[in-house]
Nanobody, 116 residues
């Protein structure tokens, strides 16, 4: 069973930056999409950013221009650089990896708190 482990969350002041990392416990064959989701209290989980196996990226409108997703294919890792953080970015951030044969893995989540 593959486990995804996120790191890099924490408490930061508005305007600050954080870099989230997600590592898979073993190699995943046939990765299609790697992404970051977030869930704030009382809200549904939403897609923040995603990156495909050919490097194509997509972002939620609310983070466009502030967040950057990247991946290291050789190491099965995905990153989220978050700049100009706002209090409304406060949430638990989850890593997700989807691969062939309906493989769909989630991390346990990492808390990001942005103070005003």
């Amino acid at each position: 069973q593959v486990q995804l482990v996120e790191s890099g969350g924490g408490l930061v002041q508005a305007g600050g930056s954080l870099r989230l990392s997600c590592a898979a416990s073993r190699n995943i064959f046939g990765i299609n999409v790697m992404g970051w989701y977030r869930q704030a209290p009382g809200k549904t989980r939403e897609l923040v950013a995603a990156i495909t196996n050919n490097g194509g990226t997509s972002y939620a409108d609310s983070v466009l221009g502030r967040f950057t997703i990247s991946r290291d294919n050789a190491r099965n890792m995905v990153y989220l650089q978050m700049n100009s953080l706002k209090p409304e970015d406060t949430a638990v951030y989850y890593c997700n990896i989807r691969a062939i044969l309906n493989q769909n893995y989630w991390g346990q989540g990492t808390q990001v708190t942005v103070s005003s």
